[in-house]
């Protein structure tokens, strides 16, 4: 079974321009979480999609934005980026509800740069 | 407030020797889990270790074990005879159910671990 796939690998913006991110989850998986990863902080919670909803949301200004497909597909977009969207962002899938543990499996990541 | 801290951003051990990674979280809830997560140089983070809140047996994987202690709401992970692979950094994190049907997870901010030969 593939896993959980992210594209593009790499990009790089100037501030103020708009982005977008792509993430396909584990065939099945149902539930597509995203994260924020940034030296000395971790991993930011930025939004959990489930069945075309968003279901939670972290702490994040309103530019960063996102959506689920019906095929479970997401995509996360950052708009009137800041130098400070800098990170890598990390997108991981579950599946959610039956008798499995329901852990997270994580994507390659997107590293993004805004010079 | 849910919190996960690491209070070692960096750890270095010998190889083939022991070493102990904390993590302390911060939680109201009953139902949760523990997991840790390792994160290579430049690949893709892998769950190394999970534990349930309501078992009080330490979860153990081949070299890697935990110390679960719920009362003191610390969950340590053990790595014996470490190798050159083990180097990355680890993630910490504790997810509880939302009333969506989904989970929350809650990460630290990692610890990075080199290994020694």
């Known amino acids: 079974k593939a896993g959980v796939t992210q594209t593009p690998r790499y990009l790089i913006k100037t501030r103020g321009q708009q982005v977008t991110l792509s993430c396909s989850p584990i065939?099945?998986?149902?539930?597509v979480s995203w994260y924020q990863q940034t030296p000395g902080q971790g991993l930011q919670f930025l939004f959990e999609?489930?069945?075309?909803?968003?279901?939670n949301k972290g702490n994040f200004p309103g530019r960063f934005s996102g959506r689920q497909f019906s095929n479970s597909r997401s995509e996360m977009n950052v708009s009137t980026l800041e130098l400070g969207d800098s990170a890598l962002y990390l997108c991981?899938?579950?599946?959610?509800?039956?008798?499995?543990?329901?852990?997270?499996?994580f994507g390659p990541g997107t590293r993004l740069t805004v010079l | 407030a849910q919190t996960v801290t690491q209070s070692q951003p960096e750890m270095s051990v010998q190889e083939a020797e022991t070493v102990t990674l904390s993590c302390t979280y911060d939680?109201?809830?009953?139902?949760?889990?523990l997991f840790w997560y390792k994160q290579p140089p430049s690949r893709q983070m892998i769950l190394v270790i999970r534990?349930?809140?309501?078992?009080?047996q330490n979860a153990t994987e081949n070299r890697f074990s935990v110390n679960f202690q719920k009362a003191a709401k610390s969950f340590s992970l053990k790595i014996s005879d470490s190798q050159l692979g083990d180097a990355a950094m680890y993630f910490c994190?504790?997810?509880?159910?939302?009333?969506?049907?989904?989970?929350?997870?809650?990460f630290g901010t990692g610890t990075r671990l080199k290994v020694l030969a």
């Open positions: 991981a899938s579950s599946l959610v509800g039956g008798s499995t543990y329901n852990e997270q499996f």
């Open positions: 065939s099945g998986h149902r539930s």
């Open positions: 999609y489930f069945s075309e909803t968003q279901r």
């Open positions: 939680t109201s809830e009953s139902d949760y889990y």
């Open positions: 534990q349930e809140a309501y078992k009080q």
């Open positions: 994190a504790y997810r509880v159910p939302q009333t969506s049907g989904t989970y929350k997870y809650i």
